[in-house]
């Protein structure tokens, strides 16, 4: 079995990442559980950058290949604010809880039609041997005009999804699984790997 570290601190991700790639042979541990204490700036303009810098960090410190994900929300009316700042939107080490009253103050009196988003998400596998693999995954909704639901994570209780027409954090965690923006990134990550581990 490929024993690969989540390159996040972030225990909603790896609980996340465990739940969808356990399946498939592969043992995702968190860095935490390896003792790595990486905390990589993430100073890319793109998702792609940032997923890789992150599993090229972790993989390089850690000798394991390395997951990463480096995901937001893309807000249409924001022209796609606020994107791959969403974890920095209210500042540096704001709460799940401040970010999601910033997001609410900026969409003030934005009608519902003009209140769609995108949850995006893009995973890089980065291997010790500097193999090096991404895959994108989106989901499409609408920002609330406030929290509703106590599960997930983030900007979960404010993305309604358009699929499942609820927000994320009315969902079990079956249920995102099964839509989720990360979700989709990492089936199409899971497919590629198939092939690669053949």
């Known amino acids: 079995m490929m024993k690969i570290v ?37 100073t890319g303009t793109t ?75 893009v995973v890089a596998l980065v291997t010790p041997e500097g193999k090096e693999f991404t895959a994108r995954g989106s989901a499409n909704g609408f920002i609330t005009e406030s929290p509703c639901g106590s599960g997930g994570f983030g900007y979960d209780p404010v993305f309604f999804s358009s699929e499942l027409k609820k927000t994320y954090a009315q969902m079990s965690d079956a249920e995102k699984n099964r839509v989720s923006h990360r979700y989709r990134a990492l089936m199409e990550l899971k497919k590629i790997l198939s092939n690669e581990l053949q």
């Open 47 to 121: 998702f792609e950058e940032n997923a890789l810098l992150k599993a090229r960090a972790a993989a390089q410190a850690s000798g394991m290949s390395a997951l990463a994900d480096d995901s937001g929300l893309c807000v249409d009316a924001l022209d796609g604010a606020p994107g791959v700042y969403s974890a920095r939107y209210a500042g540096e080490g704001a709460t799940d809880a401040m970010l999601i009253e910033k997001l609410l103050t900026v969409m003030s009196g934005v009608p519902e039609e003009k209140r769609g988003a995108q949850f995006v998400s």
């Open 6 to 42: 989540a390159a996040t601190n972030n225990k909603g991700k790896v609980k996340e990442i465990k739940s969808i790639l356990g399946g498939i042979g592969l043992e995702v541990v968190s860095q935490g559980e390896i003792g790595l204490d990486l905390d990589v700036e993430e």
